[in-house]
């Protein structure tokens, strides 16, 4: 029975942290025995906001040596870099030319990293209900005004505030770049290319997948079938590490704040600091719950790191405080690190670069024969 496949990539971008190993490459590590498995480095999406060239070809090399020092095999799985298959751009073009703008507008990622925070629709709800319900702008005082005074002056605010939103929205979209706006596209296209069945990320990915297979199936039924429809893979208690400076957030890489994370370039010393940083809830119990946000999330790193079930963690500190947790927390998070970071000091750039070649040279022939494909369907002539 041939394997199932699997795709996915992380960006050679920021400090990368344990989320995004507890969120992707913990999995991927697990899944490569039972999985056909593609592992890649996403330099093409990386450029989607500004890098320093040389940061980023340090930065591409780095991440393949976390995913080395995991436990990706290159026996097992393929590793490659994106930008050494150019199908991956090829397609993403094919693909824009199947996708709406709207279809990208919606992409929270697009909004939170362009700036556009405020929604769309909730926008519309607000100006639709302000322009139904004119009700507002009378008080007690008011009861004989004029109602025709009230509808226009609701209609104004509504005018003004119609204005000031599209103003904002419109300011921030043209200063914002193309490749962010397509971004999605691209890492549909990465998926897709592979008919890939199941692709393992954290939960901040689920809408893109989303997109993947949309559009899997918009191409399908315009052309005929051709694309696997992927389906996602989390594992719920990895799947949202939060900032260890603020549990409403999740841990990212490009926080404004090295207190938010915990990265495989931190020393133990580091990361000593930043788990005895991390922000509490009130009160001194050590409980798993949702009242709990900040401890949740380092009950949770802890469990996934010494493979301990959070009730048993309860158990383990019931009595104790923070500081006895937060000591043995520190201990576990370095006794992770410290081998990892030795794994990836042992490995060389060019050991790694020449596993990377060797990766894009036995996965490229798969997606040209895909590509192949859809250029036939689609009219062109190959
Ligand atoms: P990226 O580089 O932001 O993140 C890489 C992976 O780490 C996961 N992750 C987290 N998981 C748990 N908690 C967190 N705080 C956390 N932060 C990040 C992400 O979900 C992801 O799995 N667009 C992708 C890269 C990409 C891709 C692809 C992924 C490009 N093409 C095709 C899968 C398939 C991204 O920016 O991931």
């Known amino acids: 029975m041939t394997k199932k496949r699997i795709f996915s990539g992380i960006q ?18 697990k899944m490569q025995d039972e999985f056909e498995s593609i592992f890649c480095v996403v330099d093409m999406h990386a450029i989607t906001v500004p890098q320093d060239p040389e940061v980023l070809r340090q930065k591409t090399i780095e991440v393949a040596k976390i995913y080395l020092a995991s436990g990706i ?34 992409m929270t990622q697009f909004k939170s ?119 996602f893979f989390i594992k719920k208690e990895g799947m949202r590490i939060m900032g260890l400076d603020d549990p409403s957030k999740k841990m990212s890489k490009s926080a404004s704040s090295e207190y938010n994370y915990i990265a495989f370039s931190d020393s133990e010393e580091i990361i000593r600091k930043k788990i005895r940083k991390a922000v509490t809830d009130s009160g001194s119990e050590i409980v798993y719950r949702d009242e709990k946000p900040a401890l949740k999330n380092l009950i949770n790193i802890y469990s996934l790191l010494a493979d301990k079930k959070t009730s048993e963690i309860e158990t383990m500190y019931a009595g104790k405080g923070y500081g006895d947790f937060k000591n043995d927390l520190a201990e576990i998070v370095v006794n992770f690190m410290k081998p990892m970071q030795e ?37 062109f002539i190959v």
């Open 113 to 231: 990293k362009a700036g556009i925070q405020f929604d769309l629709e909730d926008f519309e709800k607000s100006l639709t209900d302000l322009q139904n319900n004119p009700h507002p702008y009378f008080d007690d005082e008011n009861t004989d005004t004029d109602i025709n005074k009230v509808i226009k002056l609701s209609r104004d605010v509504a005018y003004e505030t119609a204005r000031e939103f599209i103003k904002k929205f419109i300011a921030k979209f043209n200063s914002s770049g193309v490749g962010l706006f397509d971004y999605p596209v691209l890492m549909a296209a990465d998926i897709i290319l592979y008919d890939t069945q199941t692709v393992p990320v954290g939960e901040d990915q689920l809408q893109h997948i989303e997109l993947a297979r949309d559009l899997a199936k918009r191409f399908n039924s315009k052309f005929g079938e051709t694309f696997v429809v992927p389906e």
């Open 73 to 106: 095999d290159p026996q097992k799985s393929s590793l490659f870099i994106q930008s050494h298959v150019p199908e991956h751009a090829e397609l993403c073009w094919i693909l824009n030319t199947i996708t709406q703008n709207g279809d990208l507008t919606k």
């Open 12 to 29: 050679p971008s920021g400090n990368l942290h344990i989320g995004n190993y507890l969120g992707a490459i913990a999995n991927w590590v």
């Open 343 to 379: 794994r990836i000091s042992g490995l060389s750039d060019e050991k790694v670069l020449e596993i990377l070649r060797e990766g894009a040279e036995k996965i490229r022939p798969i997606a040209k024969k895909k590509l192949d494909e859809v250029k036939e369907k689609i009219g």
